[in-house]
Structure formats: structure tokens, C-alpha cells
């Protein structure tokens, strides 16, 4: 990992270099962090270890189109600590409705078939860059922008899939110890397309998967260049958002204050990055760089006794112990030093000497494994 974000950084100088930088940033600024979890109280930590036991016990997960079946090892994979009490917290540590609300979401992540979304498939939604991964905000939340103004397809099922599949790959690349993103919308115009809202069908089915499969996962939503039509349109949405995400919306501000300058792009209000979406360059290094990101948080899973409940900053490489080695040893999985690269540790390549031991004797290429299970 750590040759990883040094080539990827070799990358970022090559590009600057050579102009406006057409790659994602690999890692946030060195003054960005995420800022500290609470500490669950007894009562929550009591509701988390009912509800990991019975995560632990299904046998089968539901379905009524044909997908039901025991849980896949990706679908462990996913089910870490975090994931659990981000449905705790989504459901006011109600524990059944948590449990509810998961089987609901492993459900429809077989039935949408998230994890069967390709770069190939979703490619020409994003032709224009009309969704692009760039940067971090203060708290090292990926940002992921929005910029209507730059469609090129009529409204289809793969535009929605498209939302998805970028979620999913912000998701690959959040550091340790932040599992919220950042989204930044830029209304614009464009020459093509005056009328950037969605139609409200579809801005309804994007917020219902949002709120309900991927509860807890929104920092903030920096909008602006909001125009009337616009306006009148989260108007129309707004009885369907939930009252805690409306809090994270901010609209017309000096963006500055959420996102280093440095880091966001130049298209938005006080960005100073000199970016161009170039979708020949952009769209390979976002996969390889997510690709790469995954692969090593499956290694340390596998490395870790493919644990259900793992611990998600043991995945990103902040911590020497999974939930096994900590449950085994009663060593407080604590985040440990890192060693930097260019002034940003680099999580992953810590702990390198304790994945090398163990996949030596459990050898598991992530692609394989997923498609095995599937």
C-alpha cells in the first residue's frame, strides 16, 4: 500500500506538471482529520453485541426476485462494526429495526446487484464528468461533486446506478476513522441543458436508496449556483429528507470553510485546484486507485479471520489488531503510528508485515473470492 501512494503521488506531480491535474487526489491535505468517534456507552455497546450476534446467526438473507440465500463472504466482508452501528444510530439504537433495516439493505444490494455495477457499464454516464471524486474536506471526507449541468444521457435506470456505483467508490477510498462523505453540487448551466434538476420520480428513488442503504454515510452537501427551478425543486423533496440530513445541507457559503482550497476544484466557489476532466485519463485512474484501496482492505479482512463485525480503521491499516487478535489478546485496538508519505500517513502499510504472515498460508485474490461466494 504504501508503494501505492507513492507511485500515486508520482502521478499527481507528473500531472501537475504537465497542467491542470485530470486524477483523483489520493489523500487529503496532512491538517485534515477526521475527528474523533464516541465512545459508545454501555447501553449502546449492549444493543451493538446483541445485534452483531444475530448478523452472526442468519442463515439466509430474503428475497422476493430470486437472490435469497446464506450470507456471501463479500457480504461479511461489508458487515463490519461501523456498518452495524451506522444502522443502530440510522434507527435510534432501536436493535430490531437496526436488524430490520439490514436485512433489507443486503437484500436490495443482491437485487440491484451493487456489487455486479461495472466501470465499463457505468462509462458513458460519465463521459461529461458529470460526477467526479476529487479531494477532501477538513475532516478527510472524500468530496464527491455533482454538476448537473453536465448531462449527456436521458433519465434510465443507469443513471441511477451511476449515482450508486460512485458511492460505492468513495466508500473504497475513505481514510480511517471517517466513514461520511462530502457531496458538492454545482447547479450551473450549461449551453446544452437550462433545466438542471432531475425529474422528481427519479430524484425520489436516488433518495430513498441514499437514506435507506446507506444511512449515516452523508458529512455535509455543499450546494450552489441554485437557481429558481431549482429551488422550487428541493421544495418539492424536501418532506422526503430526513430532518438530521437537512441539518448537513449548506447552500451558497464560502465553501472555503469546509474544504481546503487547495483541494477543491477551481469550478467551485473559493476552489484553487486546477483541474480538467479528461474522462480517457480519470476514469482508469479511479479504478485502479479504488481497485487497489479494496484489495487491501480484503487482504487485511482475510489477514484478520475474514471476521463479521471486523473493525473498519483495522481495515484502512490504523490498527494492529482485528476483533479477533483483540478479542484473543484483551490489547485495546487503539490506532498506532504510521509511517508518512510525502506528510500523509499511510494507513494501510503499517500492520504489512502481519498481512504478509498471514496470507503466506491463506492466499485469497479478492476478485476470485467475491465472485466464488457470489
Not at 439493505?105 to 463521459?127: C, F, K, M, Q
Given at each position: 500500500?504504501?508503494?501505492?501512494?507513492?507511485?500515486?503521488?508520482?502521478?499527481?506531480?507528473?500531472?501537475?506538471?504537465?497542467?491542470?491535474?485530470?486524477?483523483?487526489?489520493?489523500?487529503?491535505?496532512?491538517?485534515?482529520?477526521?475527528?474523533e468517534r464516541p465512545v459508545l456507552t454501555e447501553e449502546?455497546?449492549?444493543?451493538?453485541?446483541?445485534?452483531?450476534?444475530?448478523?452472526?446467526?442468519?442463515?439466509?438473507?430474503?428475497?422476493?426476485?430470486?437472490?435469497?440465500?446464506?450470507?456471501?463472504?463479500?457480504?461479511?466482508?461489508?458487515?463490519?462494526?461501523?456498518?452495524?452501528?451506522?444502522?443502530?444510530?440510522?434507527?435510534?439504537?432501536?436493535?430490531?429495526?437496526?436488524?430490520?433495516?439490514?436485512?433489507?439493505?443486503?437484500?436490495?444490494?443482491?437485487?440491484?446487484?451493487?456489487?455486479?455495477?461495472?466501470?465499463?457499464?457505468?462509462?458513458?454516464?460519465?463521459?461529461?464528468?458529470?460526477?467526479?471524486?476529487?479531494?477532501?474536506?477538513?475532516?478527510?471526507?472524500?468530496?464527491?461533486?455533482?454538476?448537473?449541468?453536465?448531462?449527456?444521457?436521458?433519465?434510465?435506470?443507469?443513471?441511477?446506478?451511476?449515482?450508486?456505483?460512485?458511492?460505492?467508490?468513495?466508500?473504497?477510498?475513505?481514510?480511517?476513522?471517517?466513514?461520511?462523505?462530502?457531496?458538492?453540487?454545482?447547479?450551473?448551466?450549461?449551453?446544452?441543458?437550462?433545466?438542471?434538476?432531475?425529474?422528481?420520480?427519479?430524484?425520489?428513488?436516488?433518495?430513498?436508496?441514499?437514506?435507506?442503504?446507506?444511512?449515516?454515510?452523508?458529512?455535509?452537501?455543499?450546494?450552489?449556483?441554485?437557481?429558481?427551478?431549482?429551488?422550487?425543486?428541493?421544495?418539492?423533496?424536501?418532506?422526503?429528507?430526513?430532518?438530521?440530513?437537512?441539518?448537513?445541507?449548506?447552500?451558497?457559503?464560502?465553501?472555503?470553510?469546509?474544504?481546503?482550497?487547495?483541494?477543491?476544484?477551481?469550478?467551485?466557489?473559493?476552489?484553487?485546484?486546477?483541474?480538467?476532466?479528461?474522462?480517457?485519463?480519470?476514469?482508469?485512474?479511479?479504478?485502479?486507485?479504488?481497485?487497489?484501496?479494496?484489495?487491501?482492505?480484503?487482504?487485511?479482512?482475510?489477514?484478520?479471520?475474514?471476521?463479521?463485525?471486523?473493525?473498519?480503521?483495522?481495515?484502512?491499516?490504523?490498527?494492529?489488531?482485528?476483533?479477533?487478535?483483540?478479542?484473543?489478546?484483551?490489547?485495546?485496538?487503539?490506532?498506532?503510528?504510521?509511517?508518512?508519505?510525502?506528510?500523509?500517513?499511510?494507513?494501510?502499510?503499517?500492520?504489512?508485515?502481519?498481512?504478509?504472515?498471514?496470507?503466506?498460508?491463506?492466499?485469497?485474490?479478492?476478485?476470485?473470492?467475491?465472485?466464488?461466494?457470489?
Amino acid at each position: 500500500m504504501a508503494t501505492t501512494t507513492a507511485s500515486s503521488g508520482a502521478d499527481l506531480a507528473h500531472e501537475k506538471a504537465a497542467g491542470p491535474l485530470k486524477v483523483p487526489l489520493p489523500d487529503p491535505t496532512p491538517e485534515s482529520r477526521p475527528k474523533e468517534r464516541p465512545v459508545l456507552t454501555e447501553e449502546q455497546q449492549q444493543k451493538y453485541e446483541w445485534l452483531l450476534q444475530q448478523a452472526k446467526g442468519w442463515t439466509e438473507i430474503p428475497s422476493t426476485k430470486g437472490k435469497a440465500g446464506p450470507l456471501t463472504d463479500s457480504e461479511k466482508f461489508w458487515l463490519t462494526r461501523e456498518c452495524l452501528l451506522r444502522y443502530l444510530r440510522a434507527t435510534k439504537w432501536h436493535e430490531k429495526d437496526a436488524e430490520k433495516r439490514l436485512l433489507e439493505t443486503l437484500a436490495w444490494r443482491r437485487e440491484y446487484g451493487v456489487e455486479e455495477l461495472t466501470a465499463d457499464h457505468i462509462s458513458p454516464e460519465n463521459e461529461t464528468g458529470k460526477q467526479v471524486i476529487l479531494g477532501y474536506d477538513k475532516e478527510a471526507r472524500v468530496c464527491q461533486y455533482l454538476s448537473p449541468g453536465r448531462q449527456n444521457t436521458e433519465p434510465s435506470p443507469r443513471q441511477v446506478q451511476h449515482l450508486v456505483y460512485m458511492v460505492e467508490r468513495v466508500i473504497d477510498i475513505m481514510p480511517a476513522g471517517q466513514e461520511t462523505l462530502a457531496l458538492l453540487i454545482n447547479f450551473k448551466q450549461s449551453k446544452s441543458r437550462s433545466n438542471t434538476a432531475p425529474g422528481l420520480g427519479l430524484a425520489r428513488e436516488v433518495l430513498h436508496i441514499l437514506q435507506h442503504h446507506y444511512p449515516e454515510r452523508l458529512g455535509k452537501a455543499l450546494i450552489i449556483n441554485m437557481p429558481w427551478i431549482v429551488t422550487g425543486f428541493f421544495k418539492l423533496i424536501t418532506p422526503f429528507i430526513d430532518p438530521n440530513t437537512r441539518e448537513k445541507l449548506k447552500f451558497n457559503e464560502d465553501m472555503s470553510q469546509y474544504v481546503p482550497p487547495e483541494q477543491m476544484w477551481s469550478e467551485f466557489s473559493s476552489g484553487k485546484l486546477d483541474f480538467d476532466y479528461d474522462h480517457s485519463v480519470y476514469w482508469p485512474a479511479l479504478h485502479k486507485l479504488c481497485s487497489e484501496r479494496r484489495d487491501a482492505r480484503w487482504q487485511r479482512w482475510v489477514a484478520g479471520g475474514q471476521q463479521l463485525g471486523e473493525s473498519e480503521d483495522y481495515l484502512a491499516g490504523a490498527t494492529e489488531a482485528g476483533v479477533a487478535q483483540q478479542a484473543a489478546t484483551g490489547v485495546a485496538n487503539t490506532p498506532q503510528a504510521t509511517e508518512k508519505v510525502d506528510g500523509v500517513p499511510d494507513a494501510a502499510q503499517a500492520p504489512a508485515a502481519a498481512i504478509e504472515e498471514k496470507t503466506a498460508e491463506v492466499t485469497v485474490e479478492p476478485t476470485e473470492a467475491k465472485n466464488a461466494a457470489a
